[in-house]
């Protein structure tokens, strides 16, 4: 796919890795639909290229409706990156929690909600403009190597191994109709969500055990994107950039 033209929403563009992967397709020539909860921040990136949209990506009712303004301001959807998020670290039982100790039920449905049903929602939400007009798209989640079992995060793991089974799932379904699916699942990342998920004692650590010996950065995941997007043979699969880490 050329990017020079095509349109492209982003989940969670506000920050971090999203934001990255949003200025990163405009720079590249795609007309960019920013989807993010943080009005504040979401504001801060408009442009001649990026038009801001908030929204809860979770919410479909929210989520169909944001997808016709996009429609409607775009007139196509052509790239879907779902990089809308929320690192937690829990464990499954705590030993020494005062309280309860079992991981918290609430923080396991605010992950799988931040993580995978906004992947889930978008997701069908645009397809379904997809393949209306028989536009032969791409979806990107953004998973985690997390998603292969990390410890001390249930609820993030299962999320981003969603992530990962949904998009080998939607190249199933959607590749007789043109439209690719595939997730890239980044490594330790130096973005403000990764040292405030854990203390810098164990970021050290992580770093320690990767080949590379040093965190990615937003904008090697955000080229990532753009390979994936301009590859149109690239569908069904997980690409992990991690810069050699095994969990």
Known sequence: ???????AVVTGAAQNIGRGIALALAAAGCRVAALDLNEELLADLGSDQISVFPCDAADPERAAAVVQAVM???GRIDVLVNAAGWICSA???NLLGRTAGRHDLA???KT???NLTTALVMGSCVVEQMMRQRTRGVIINISSVAARGNAGQSAYAAAKAGCNALAMTWAKELGGFGIRALAIAPGFIDTPSTHSAMS???LKDWVGKTALRRLGTAPEVARTVIFAVENDYL???VIELDGGLKL
């Open 72 to 74: 409607a301001e775009f």
């Open 112 to 114: 799988l909600r931040s």
């Open 1 to 7: 796919m050329k990017l020079d033209g095509a349109v």
């Open 235 to 237: 569908t069904g699969t």
């Open 107 to 109: 923080v396991w449905e």
């Open 200 to 202: 810098e004692e164990r």
């Open 91 to 93: 464990p499954l039982y």
